[in-house]
């Protein structure tokens, strides 16, 4: 008989431990999905995870898909860490694509050197703006930030089918809801010659390092982590639970809507009725595997952003549909969820009465 023994302390070594045997576990039964689909398992995986990145253009591609999954989920690691359930990282990113796209299209034949950091600004400001309506609605009226967020999320994507069917079409376009091409002025620096790997990436990196020392070196990280795991503990010493809502949810959406202008001045070059491929969702994945700690979050950004190319890959080369991508998705974050109950309990097998 096989059951669940409660340990004694929980178990430092499944704590990093049940990431990694998630992704093994995910591995195996993805080989034997691809088996009973009737393709090779190990062509198959070979295809989903080696050869996308087989090259120095898949090895951009990897990183700039990792780029908005990166931002997105050291925001949301925040918030987690102290309670506060952020689920609308891709409303938020939506809206910041919105706000710096607008001055894009605005002021398209601009020229000024002054264009990409207004629209940063502009970005950060839409995101954060979007995430404050939960973070008013949680301390204000005790609404639940779990719903307020992840409902705000089909308002900003219906704004901005609206926009781009409206106010801000392509006049040229022929009518297909798309905004004009963004000037020369608006679109971000290139890191490499010949692929899409944008300026965007190097900020991302330079955000989880100041994730990793707003966190471990600095008094509001410290709140944060109180509030999150003994909120009686805080509030006797005088830490605000107030105060923790309004910073994680304005810099869980400041880094999304930085993630949504990324996009919009990077790979997709204007505003279209669709953004992201939810990497506002998916980052929450990206925040759990990670461990919500900065470093963790960029090598689990990585993985799933691989998972990105491999759907495309395998989509291409075995005519499977491209929704294979959130399967793997979907098994990596269901093993996480199972092999996180070994981190307070141990299996325990019994043999006739005997327990090992």
Same mark, same amino acid.
């Given at each position: 008989?096989?059951?669940l023994e409660?340990?004694?302390?929980?178990?430092?070594?499944?704590?990093?431990?049940?990431?990694?045997?998630?992704?093994?576990?995910?591995?195996?039964?993805?080989?034997?999905?691809?088996?009973?689909?009737?393709?090779? +398992?190990?062509?198959?995986?070979?295809?989903?995870?080696?050869q996308?990145?087989?090259?120095?253009?898949?090895?951009? *591609?990897?990183?700039?898909?990792?780029?908005?999954?990166?931002?997105?989920?050291?925001?949301? !690691?925040?918030?987690?860490?102290?309670?506060?359930?952020?689920?609308?990282?891709?409303?938020? &990113?939506?809206?910041?694509?919105?706000? !710096?796209?607008?001055?894009?299209?605005t002021?398209?034949?601009?020229?000024?050197s002054?264009?990409?950091?207004?629209?940063?600004?502009?970005?950060?400001?839409?995101?954060?703006?979007w995430?404050?309506?939960?973070?008013?609605?949680?301390t204000?009226f005790?609404?639940?930030?779990?719903?307020?967020?992840?409902?705000?999320? %089909?308002?900003?994507?219906?704004?901005?089918?609206?926009?781009?069917?409206?106010?801000?079409?392509?006049? *040229?376009?022929?009518?297909?809801?798309?905004?004009?091409?963004?000037?020369?002025?608006?679109?971000?620096?290139? &890191?490499?010659?010949?692929?899409?790997?944008?300026?965007? !990436?190097?900020?991302?990196?330079?955000?989880?390092?100041?994730?990793?020392?707003?966190?471990?070196?600095t008094?509001?990280?410290?709140?944060?982590?109180?509030?999150?795991?003994?909120?009686?503990?805080?509030?006797?010493?005088?830490?605000?639970?107030?105060?923790?809502?309004?910073?994680?949810?304005?810099l869980?959406?400041?880094?999304?809507?930085?993630?949504?202008?990324?996009?919009?001045?990077?790979?997709?070059?204007? &505003?279209?009725?669709?953004?992201?491929?939810? %990497?506002?969702?998916?980052?929450i994945?990206?925040?759990?595997?990670?461990?919500?700690? +900065?470093?963790?979050?960029?090598?689990?950004?990585?993985?799933v952003?691989?998972?990105?190319?491999?759907?495309?890959?395998?989509?291409? *080369?075995?005519?499977?549909?491209?929704?294979?991508?959130?399967?793997?998705?979907?098994?990596?974050?269901?093993? &996480?969820?199972?092999?996180?109950?070994l981190?307070? %309990?141990?299996?325990?097998?019994?043999?006739?009465?005997?327990?090992?």
């Amino acid at each position: 008989m096989i059951r669940l023994e409660p340990r004694l302390a929980p178990s430092r070594t499944m704590v990093y431990g049940a990431p990694l045997l998630a992704v093994v576990l995910t591995l195996i039964t993805g080989a034997a999905l691809f088996s009973a689909l009737g393709y090779n +398992p190990l062509q198959s995986l070979y295809l989903f995870f080696i050869q996308p990145i087989s090259d120095s253009y898949g090895i951009t *591609e990897l990183l700039l898909k990792a780029t908005p999954l990166t931002l997105c989920a050291v925001g949301l !690691a925040v918030g987690f860490r102290g309670n506060v359930w952020n689920i609308g990282a891709e409303g938020q &990113l939506t809206m910041g694509a919105i706000t !710096a796209g607008a001055i894009a299209v605005t002021w398209h034949d601009s020229t000024s050197s002054l264009m990409i950091p207004i629209m940063i600004v502009a970005g950060l400001a839409g995101g954060m703006a979007w995430a404050a309506i939960p973070a008013l609605l949680k301390t204000r009226f005790h609404a639940n930030e779990i719903l307020t967020s992840l409902m705000l999320t %089909y308002v900003a994507t219906f704004f901005l089918g609206y926009l781009v069917n409206g106010p801000l079409r392509d006049p *040229e376009g022929f009518n297909f809801p798309e905004s004009r091409m963004f000037g020369d002025a608006a679109l971000l620096p290139m &890191l490499v010659e010949e692929s899409r790997l944008h300026i965007g !990436a190097l900020i991302a990196l330079f955000v989880v390092i100041l994730g990793w020392v707003m966190m471990a070196r600095t008094l509001i990280g410290f709140q944060v982590k109180v509030v999150g795991l003994t909120p009686l503990a805080a509030h006797y010493a005088g830490f605000s639970p107030k105060k923790v809502v309004w910073m994680s949810l304005l810099l869980g959406g400041a880094l999304a809507g930085l993630a949504g202008m990324f996009e919009v001045a990077g790979p997709i070059g204007q &505003l279209q009725p669709v953004i992201s491929p939810g %990497y506002g969702f998916t980052a929450i994945i990206v925040a759990f595997l990670g461990r919500l700690h +900065p470093i963790g979050i960029l090598l689990a950004a990585l993985l799933v952003a691989l998972s990105y190319l491999g759907g495309e890959t395998v989509q291409m *080369e075995l005519s499977l549909p491209l929704a294979v991508t959130g399967v793997f998705q979907g098994m990596l974050l269901f093993f &996480l969820l199972a092999c996180d109950v070994l981190i307070n %309990y141990r299996l325990s097998i019994g043999f006739k009465g005997k327990t090992a």
